[in-house]
């Protein structure tokens, strides 16, 4: 079965550490997202992606960065983390139309920054 | 800032008793989904909305996209305890990316 898969799911880092969260799913979509789950603010995209080669930045892409070189895996680095990036980090992907179809979620990555 | 407005944050019901959450946007939206996200786990998509005045149903969920495709609500009649969980929002303004509710938190008294 065609799934979506986060890894690692937890991570402990230090504050000015360089740090990527790996995104791979096998449903061939050519959509991909990243998103950051907080208390109070929902999801927020931070990059997002609708091909191989092609990034754009979200509502809060400060301190991220992601590459798209195939299909299945978008990784999301952060730069140098800090302690305002501690939070939930999800990746989803859909597939391509002309209208936006469902997002399938990864199960998360929980990412503490000391 | 935040283009997609969720309420209520957090609503506790008995078992039994209807919940209704409401979305607002500010912008028309061209298109509408709804998600639940059970507690530690994440989004699982619900329904999508696309038509002026639109309503869903699946089983006991109800959705709505008001007129103005700026609002949308989602309300569970009789809830149960499997409704536990937080249903989020998610509306795009040009059918490509989306932004999502605050979310609202239900939790179910047996």
Partial sequence: DAEITQSPRHKITETGRQVTLACHQTWNHNNMFWYRQDLGHGLRLIHYSYGVQDTNKGEVSDGYSVSRSNTEDLPLTLESAASSQTSVYFCASSDSGVQQETQYFGPGTRLLVL | ?110
């Fill in chain 2, 1 to 110: 800032g935040q283009q997609v407005m969720q309420i209520p944050q957090y609503q506790h019901v008995q078992e039994g008793e209807d919940f209704t959450t409401y979305c607002n946007s500010s912008t028309t939206l061209s298109n509408i989904q709804w998600y639940k996200q059970r507690p530690g786990g994440h989004p699982v998509f619900l329904i999508q909305l696309v038509k002026s005045g639109e309503v869903k149903k699946q089983k006991r969920l109800t959705f709505q996209f008001g007129e103005a495709k700026k609002n949308s609500s989602l309300h569970i009649t009789a809830t149960q305890t499997t409704d536990v969980g937080t249903y989020f929002c998610a509306g795009s303004l040009n059918f490509n990316k989306f932004y999502f509710g605050s979310g609202t938190k239900l939790n179910v008294k047996p």
